[in-house]
Structure formats: C-alpha cells, structure tokens
C-alpha cells in the first residue's frame, strides 16, 4: 500500500485531494450541528444568550441538565418513551421472526397467499383520516395501546429476516425434525438462536422508531400528559419558541417563551433524547448494513 | 364461497400432488398458529382502513352507523377539485418531491462512489459511520438543529456574511421562497449516508479485475468510476429509482410540519398535511379522507407506470 504512493500520478493526487476534502467537509457538515447542540447544552444559559458559541463551552456548566431533571413532564415523558421502545421492540420481533420463519418454509401451504398479502401492504395505505377513524373504533385514542399495536407487523422487517432464513441451510430444520421437534420448536430452538444478527438489525430499526415517533403521541394522546413521549415533549418545547421567534413583531411572546425554556435548556433536552441512540448505533453498525442489504435485494 | 371451490378444483385437477387443504393445515398447525394472528393483524391495520376510503363517497357523521350514513357520490371529490387552496398543497407536495427525487437520490450515488474511492480505511470508516449518524435521529431533533442554524445568528448566516456571500444575515425559516429548499436539504443531510449503504454494497459486489483491466488500459480515476463503477451499480440504482418514483407523492408531512410555520405555510403545506387539518383537526371525515384517497391512487399509478416505463426501457438497453 504504502510502496504504490510513490507512482501517484500527477491526475491521482489532485483527485485524492479532492476526494478528501469533499468527504472532510461532508464529515465537518454531519458532525458540527451535534458539538454545537451540546457545547451550548454545556454553557451556562444565561451566557448563551450572548451568542457565539461553537464547539466548546464558553462557561461550562451542568445545571441546564439538573434544571430538565426537575421538570416533571419530562421525567413522565422519558418513562413512557423508554417503555414504548421495550414493549414495542419486543413485540416487533417476535411477530416479524415468526411470521417470517412461516414464510420461508417452502412446503408451507399458504406460503404465496400470506406473502402477497403483506407485499401489498407497503404500496398502499389507508391514509390519515380512515387509519384515525379505525383507532377511534378501536377505542386505542388515548391508550398506550396505539404506540405499540399498529406497528406490530411490518413487511419490510419480516422479508428482511425471511431472506436472512432463507440463507441457513435447510438441513438443520430437517435434522431437528427428525430428532422429532415440531415447527413451533424448530423456530425457537433452531431458528431464532441463528438469527441473532438480523434480529438485532430489526430491533435497531425497531427502536428507533419508536424512540424516535412523536406524532402518534400528538394525533392521539396530546392531551394526556400521563401519556406523552419524550420526543412529544420536545416538539412542543421546541416548536413555542420557533413560531416565537418566527413571528418578528411578537417580542412578548418570544421573550416569555425564551424565559420559559432558555436555549441551552432546549439543547441539553435536545441531547437527552438523543444520546441513547448515539450509544447504540455504531455497535450495531456491521449488523444494520447487512440488514439493510438483505433487504434492499429482496424487497 | 370462491376460495373454496377454487380450492377444490385445484384439488381435483393435481389430486396426485397436493393433499386436502384442511388437511395440510392440520399437518402444519404451528406453521399457521404462527402466522395467521398476524395476517389477522395485518387485515385489522392495514386492510380494515381501505374499508374507510367508503367515507370519501359520503357525507359521514361519527354517530351514524354504515347503514344510514348519507351517500352522496363523488361530492367530496368535486368539491376538493374546485379549492384552489387544493391545487396550492398539491403544488407544494409535488414541488418538494420533485427535489427529493432529483437531490435525494443523486447525493447517496456521489456519496458511495467518492468514499469508495478513498484507500485509507480509517477516514473511510470513520466517515461512513458518522454519515449514518443523523438518520437515527428523530426529525424533531433535525428540525431543531435545522432552525437553529438557520437562524439570524445562526452558524449559516454567520459564514455566508463572512464570506460576503449575504450583506445581512437572512431569516431563512420565515421566508417562503426557501422553504422546499430547506426541506430538500434536511433531507439530504439526514439521510445520505444511510441510503449510501446499498449503493456501497453493490459497488463491493463489482469485480475488481475490471478495474485492474482499466488501469492497465491506462484508465484514469474518473473513467473507472465512469465506465466500471457506474454501470456495475446500474441495475440498483434503477430498482431504487422506481421504488423512490412510487413513494413519489407519500413524502410524508413530519418534515413540513415541524419545520413550517405560520409565515410560510404558502409553501408549506402538503396532502397529508392538508388532510390532517381538513379531516381530523375540523372532522371533516369525509374530505379528508377524499384527500388521502387521491394521494394513494396517484401513486400507485406512478408506481406502475414507473414500473413499465423500467421494463421497456431496460429491455432495449440492458438486454
């Protein structure tokens, strides 16, 4: 590697010149936004307000996060978003193995039919009106239930681990088999123990999702605070003090708001929500990309 | 009724083949205990709301029930084709689309090519796992980080004036002429390195003796990636494209909600976001939900048209 530098040509250098650069600055682009939200989440707020803070804290300090762990709502908030993600995650998986396992058995009778129909469910959708009716009829507006029952199955996760099945060989289900292991046990003995990486590609994107979903929360719980979502919590604080400031002849509004939640408040609560999926991610990153290839090829 | 004696002519024209249909499914209980509570599912969740689109061809009233709801044609359709704000949201929607389309799948291709380019691993590594980094991100964040800075002494204003770009710092977030822009974007900023993934993977797929080849036939950087890459990432590049043509109309209203407001709601708003105000914040079911059926039924024609457009396309130059 080290020998070829000598025969750059002249075209190679300038173009590795380039290429670097591009990709610093795309790197640069990516990464500021995320050091500027916490150096200002680490600044003292009344400080901030002066401006120009970039990367670094100018008077660093903690309280803007021991200031948000006072507030009640977010607190509530918090329990509700890590318990919708557990439940959530928990519930994703098994449905999407288990149907997926079904759907890979080739001498599964209803095998085409169950297929096609959840195939079609990622080309249409009821729309807003019709899928809020349903719930309304279903008595889960205002619920906990609507964060985690809607989203049970989804298509796109159960072809993933399906393509991911269909890559074991066969013969370990038929040597189970015939050691008299029924299907159900053949899924949880032989299957599922082999799936770990895809499963935790899934649970990723499980997460995710629903760590990262608000507006369920502000379509169907706004007005059950017992019941709203950290990212929820955030919005509306976020949101006041964007119409505030939006509004040039509204100063009351925006200075009233300003004092309600500082931006160094906003930030550190900004960075709350953020840090658990900042933890998780790279680990997982080797799983998610073959995931999101298995799925990109059989999708 | 129809399944069944379809069932039965099956069985009557292969009796040699398969065995009885009740038969198999006591054979294979478990298989079906596994997965017909989700079919179940899927039909409540995902099937049952198609069943609503009923409500576009009516004056629907929550208290009534099916029977005596008021059934009055295509009203609520007509009605939708003569509000111009209609025409102002469908402008909107097919305008930010349009840009996603074009930026946001150009973007993720440039992207995997130039990083695949890059020999150092480190920087490669280090680079791809940040470009993922904002995709795990919730838009309320992105909207967040976005505003802030845009705003007047925010970091964009800020190097633009530095640079003499801008004499004044501009506030980006509350002109409207900006806004798809903005939209646009976010986008790319939030997702580019993750749609890069497939791309990257595709490109680890292409032979490296042709690039061997090249070199020796005196190809420079830009015609390996021009006549190597390019074409052996082609066939996923198209599946992509009429993917992303199908879900043309079904960006979604996250991005536009929390990063519109009141200021430029002009541009602003889009079809779903148009149904949520119309169908459910004033419930009025039934238009709302004439707003959501037009926006499924465009895309699923431009999903088939993109659809057919890709088979004879790639017929005449693939094939």
Excluded at chain 2, 197 to 214: F, N, P, Q, S, V
Aim: proline share 3%; hydrophobic share 50%; with cysteine.
């Amino acid at each position: 590697m080290a020998g070829k530098a000598f025969n750059l040509t002249r075209s190679e250098r300038v173009f590795n010149i380039v290429n670097y650069t591009l990709l610093g600055l795309v790197l640069v682009v990516t990464l500021y936004p995320f050091l500027n939200v916490l150096a200002i989440s680490l600044n003292d707020s009344t400080d901030t307000v002066r401006g120009g803070i970039y990367i670094w804290p100018r008077q660093f300090t903690l309280d803007n996060y021991n200031t948000i762990f006072g507030y009640t709502s977010l607190i509530q908030g918090f329990k509700i978003s890590v318990y919708r993600t557990l439940i959530g995650t928990v519930l994703g998986l098994i449905s999407s193995s288990m149907l997926a396992y079904t759907l890979s058995r080739p001498d599964f009778r209803s095998r085409k039919f169950i297929s096609t129909f959840l195939a079609l469910t990622m080309y249409f959708s009821g729309g807003m009106v019709p899928v809020y009716i349903l719930m309304r009829d279903l008595h889960l507006i205002g619920t906990f239930g609507i964060y985690v029952l809607p989203g049970i199955v989804s298509a796109f996760n159960v072809f993933v681990i399906r393509s991911f099945i269909d890559g074991l060989p066969y013969a370990l289900q038929e040597s189970a088999k015939l050691d008299g292991a029924n299907d159900f046990q053949v899924y949880y003995r032989v299957i599922l123990p082999l799936c770990k990486p895809v499963l935790a590609t899934i649970a990723l994107f499980l997460a995710v999702g629903q760590w990262n979903s608000w507006f369920d929360t502000y379509l169907y719980n706004g007005n059950k605070p017992d019941l709203t979502t950290l990212q929820y919590e955030l919005m509306k604080i976020l949101d006041s003090t964007q119409q505030g400031s939006a509004m040039a002849n509204a100063n009351d509004l925006a200075n009233q708001m300003a004092q309600v939640s500082p931006e160094s408040i906003k930030m550190a609560i900004t960075i709350v929500v953020t840090v658990p999926i900042l933890v998780v991610y790279p680990f997982l990153q080797r799983y998610f990309v073959g995931g999101m290839t298995l799925g990109a090829v059989k999708a | 009724m129809e399944a069944l004696t379809t069932n039965n002519e099956s069985v009557t024209v292969k009796p040699r083949k398969k065995t009885g249909f009740w038969r198999s499914v006591i054979r294979q209980k478990y298989l079906y205990l596994m997965s017909i509570p989700f079919v179940i599912w899927l039909f409540v969740f995902n099937y049952l709301p198609l069943w609503g689109w009923t409500m576009a061809f009516q004056n629907y009233k929550p208290s009534r029930s099916f029977g005596e709801q008021e059934w009055v044609g295509l009203d609520q359709f007509s009605r939708l084709f003569q509000d111009d704000q209609f025409y102002l949201v469908l402008r909107n929607t097919l305008a930010m689309s349009l840009m996603g389309l074009v930026v946001g799948f150009l973007f993720p291709i440039v992207f995997a090519i130039l990083l695949n380019e890059v020999k150092n691993m480190g920087f490669k590594r280090i680079t791809q796992t940040v470009s993922y980094l904002p995709h795990f991100v919730s838009w309320v964040v992105v909207a967040g980080i976005i505003s802030s800075m845009l705003s007047l002494d925010g970091i964009v204003n800020q190097l633009l004036v530095w640079l003499h770009i801008l004499d004044e710092p501009v506030q980006f977030m509350a002109k409207g002429k900006w806004f798809w822009g903005i939209v646009t974007g976010s986008d790319v900023w939030k997702e580019t390195g993750w749609n890069a993934i497939i791309y990257l993977a595709a490109i680890t797929g292409i032979d490296k003796e042709l690039y061997e080849a090249a070199r020796v036939d005196g190809a420079g950087r830009f015609r390996q990636m021009w006549n190597i890459t390019m074409p052996g990432i082609r066939s996923t590049i198209m599946v992509l494209f009429i993917m992303s043509i199908g879900h043309l109309l079904s960006i979604g209203f996250e991005k536009q909600m929390l990063l519109g407001n009141s200021l430029v709601s002009d541009y602003s708003q889009v079809l779903d976001l148009y149904a949520l105000n119309y169908g459910i914040k004033i419930a009025h079911f039934s238009y709302g939900t004439a707003i959501s059926m037009f926006n499924s039924v465009i895309s699923i024609i431009l999903l088939f048209t993109a659809n057919g457009l890709f088979k004879k396309f790639a017929k005449e130059s693939i094939m």
